[in-house]
């Protein structure tokens, strides 16, 4: 059975930063692109970032422009966003998620998390 523990959520005040950590279990770690999507109520899913284990690359969404870093523990199968500069937009529940599949699409993705509300006060 696939189980993720998300952490890391939280209410911030614009500028500032935030961790989000998700540990994995059931699923080959380093087989799998790992990743990070979030959303809004009335909006479509959107991916964050994603880290293909298999060959290292990064995916980031455009709306990112270097504010946040995806990283992963494959020794703890487990993967983080580091958020930097957050701003207000940045509000949302964010999903960690994972696919056997490359790409950072969220409809490619077969297991998520249960997601972490992240706020970001003007």
């Known amino acids: 059975e696939v189980q993720f523990v998300e952490s890391g959520g939280g209410l911030v005040q614009a500028g500032g930063s935030l961790r989000l950590s998700c540990a994995a279990s059931?699923?080959?770690?380093?087989?799998?692109?790992v990743g990070w999507f979030r959303q809004v109520p009335g909006k479509e899913r959107e991916g964050v970032s994603c880290?293909?284990?298999?060959?290292?690359?990064?995916y980031y969404g455009d709306f990112v422009k270097g504010r946040f870093t995806i990283s992963r523990d494959s020794a703890k199968n487990t993967w983080y966003l580091q958020m930097t500069s957050l701003k207000p937009e940045d509000t949302a529940v964010y999903y960690c998620?994972?696919?056997?599949?490359?790409?950072?699409?969220?409809?490619?993705?077969?297991?998520w998390g249960k997601g972490t509300l992240v706020t970001v006060s003007s």
């Open positions: 880290f293909d284990n298999r060959g290292g690359t990064r």
């Open positions: 059931g699923f080959t770690f380093d087989d799998h692109t």
């Open positions: 998620a994972a696919s056997p599949v490359t790409g950072c699409a969220y409809y490619g993705m077969d297991y």
